[in-house]
């Protein structure tokens, strides 16, 4: 937390987000409360609330959510996928810790179970106590809970999910080998025959050349790769991306597969325009994509 000492913001103490996977900037946010604070085996991990954003929730001084535009990650991440699909019963979900991928997933009535693979306990254990409206389905009959290794995971479980959903932090420390050439041939082999891989993928603004190199590795991998992205304010530079990668030939995570008006009462993102749209991306994206 920095405690700035001008005069108009004296004795605010305000947050500052600061990686150097973002060199030479960083979004402050201004804190109202410190809520919890700790050092888990893996990770740095506070809560606090905030006078614009509501509850944060940080590992290793970098923001995954804050009460105000979850939602717009959160669902699109679950749902792009998921819609992609006629008939996704096996949900994997490697990282996830904060709950909020696992319920959209739930939202799906074709999914039969969840499986939810996080590495750190404490970042359930402190989403559960401080992260309420995210963290509420860890009970849920469908769900089930591993705390273990995703990569190791993948490997253990071959042929056995329609979706796998990375909800990673950025490959830094414990999420490097998410976005390794090895872990996307692991998840390749735990899909089923017709499955779809949906990757966090990072911002064109401050990463294209890394989503390049991982695009490039996923095509040769993947029968179809694709690139997806939302909007959410209190991620770096304002959006976030997604690799969709579908092991069948011929299948295309853009193409809408199931009617979702019977969800549209409990979303605040996902719709069908919004769906197809995410896939559009601004040339000079669309152009080194191409070129991968």
Same mark, same amino acid.
């Given at each position: ?91 994997? *979900? ?7 991928? *696992? ?153 809408? !597969? ?15 325009? *919004? ?10 994206? !669309?152009?080194?994509?191409?070129? !991968?």
């Amino acid at each position: 937390m920095n405690q700035l000492q001008d005069e108009q913001h004296k004795n605010e103490t305000w947050f500052t987000e600061l990686s150097e996977m973002w060199p030479g900037e960083g979004l402050s946010l201004q804190v109202d409360k410190v809520i919890h604070e700790e050092q888990s085996q893996y990770q740095h991990i506070v809560v606090f609330d905030t006078v614009s954003k509501g509850r944060v929730m940080c590992l290793d001084g970098v923001i995954q959510v804050t009460k105000s535009d979850e939602f717009a990650y959160q669902e699109m991440i679950a749902h792009l996928p998921l819609f992609s699909l006629k008939n996704p019963k096996k949900v994997l *979900i490697i990282g996830g810790g904060d709950g909020g991928v *696992i319920r959209e997933c739930l939202k799906h009535d074709t999914v039969e179970e969840v499986h939810i693979c996080e590495i750190d306990e404490r970042v359930i254990e402190v989403s559960k106590e401080y992260l309420p409206w995210m963290s509420s389905h860890f009970n849920h009959e469908k769900v089930h809970i591993h705390i273990y290794d995703g990569a190791k995971f993948l490997q253990e479980n071959k042929n056995t999910f329609d979706c796998i959903i990375t909800d990673s932090s950025d490959p830094i420390g414990p999420a490097e080998t998410l976005f390794s050439k090895g872990f996307y041939e692991m998840a390749h082999e735990a899909l089923t025959d017709n499955g779809v891989l949906c990757c966090q993928a990072e911002s064109i603004w401050l990463h294209l050349e890394s989503i390049v190199e991982w695009f490039g590795t996923l095509k040769k991998i993947f029968a179809n790769v694709e690139y997806a992205y939302t909007m959410i304010p209190t991620y770096p530079s304002g959006m976030i991306g997604f690799f969709m990668a579908s092991k069948k030939e011929g299948h295309q995570c853009k193409a809408i !597969a199931r009617d979702s008006s019977s969800l549209q009462d409990q979303l605040r993102y996902y719709n069908d325009e *919004i769906h197809k749209a995410s896939f559009v991306l601004p040339q000079f994206a !669309a152009q080194k994509l191409a070129d !991968a």
